[in-house]
């Protein structure tokens, strides 16, 4: 019997430590790599190339749904179930516009998440029960499809979304130049592109763009004054 391949993309070592004791139980499921940022998840399932990735929406470096977004770039084959402690519509709705498969809340039980992993290996869609109850006033568009809230992010760069995050993280540009390997000068200029494309001037206003988006917490809310 061929295993399902599974990677976990998750910041919190305790959850991931457990989802990964979860899944060696069952005989069908092979966790074959951990991440604990969105960046690092792109990268490993390049390399290794999962049949199935449980994404954590919000990662530091590179969230969930970013990094959902260039793993499906790269490798079309392999389905990404999203993981969110929070169970928001326009989470969901996100999610599934940009080509994720599910969508589980991460109090679900073992038995959810392996038969989720499963659903999605095999050409279907699964959602949390609770969020499940929810479809039709969801009414989620199609994969790849743009909702309202989508139009201006659609209209940014892969890269222009990581300056965002990193800037609603607190990062200054010299740290976010590291961060990225990219010169202080061009992480300049894609703050400013961003800006204009957003009509978003200040750093209050980009944080809370990127939390209406679900690429950050929402606690980074009360860092700004």
């Known amino acids: 019997m061929k295993k399902i391949t599974v990677l976990l ?14 899944l060696d139980l069952e005989a069908d499921l092979e966790v074959v790599g951990e991440a604990q940022d969105g960046r690092k998840a792109v990268a490993l399932v390049k390399q290794l190339r999962p049949d199935v990735v449980l994404m954590d929406i919000a990662m ?3 969230n969930g749904l970013e990094a959902t977004r260039q793993v499906l770039k790269a490798v079309p084959a392999t389905k990404v179930l999203m993981l969110s402690a929070h169970n928001d519509d326009a989470y969901v709705a996100k999610a599934m516009e940009i080509g994720a498969r599910g969508f589980l809340l991460k109090q679900s039980s ?3 998440v392996c038969r989720a992993i499963r659903e999605v290996q095999a050409g279907n869609t699964f959602f949390s029960p609770s969020i499940a109850g929810r479809s ?9 499809g743009k909702g309202r809230r989508d139009r201006k992010a659609a209209r940014l760069t892969s890269r222009e ?3 965002l995050q990193l800037i ?15 010169s202080l000068k061009t992480v300049e200029k894609h ?5 204009n494309k957003l009509d978003i001037h200040d750093v209050a206003g980009l944080t809370r763009y990127a939390i209406s988006l ?12």
């Not at 919190?12 to 430590?17: A, F, K, Q, S």
């Not at 703050?191 to 800006?195: A, I, T």
């Not at 679900?214 to 004054?225: A, D, F, R």
């Open 9 to 22: 993309a998750e910041d919190h070592t305790i959850v991931r430590e457990g989802f990964h004791k979860m």
């Open 60 to 62: 530091p470096l590179l």
């Open 110 to 112: 073992s038995h959810e």
């Open 136 to 144: 039709a006033r969801l009414n989620l568009p199609a994969s790849g």
């Open 161 to 163: 979304m990581e300056v």
């Open 168 to 182: 609603a993280e607190g990062k200054a540009n010299k740290e976010t130049a590291r961060e990225l390997g990219i």
């Open 191 to 195: 703050r400013e592109h961003l800006m």
């Open 214 to 225: 679900g690429i950050v917490e929402s606690s980074v809310q009360l860092t700004i004054v």
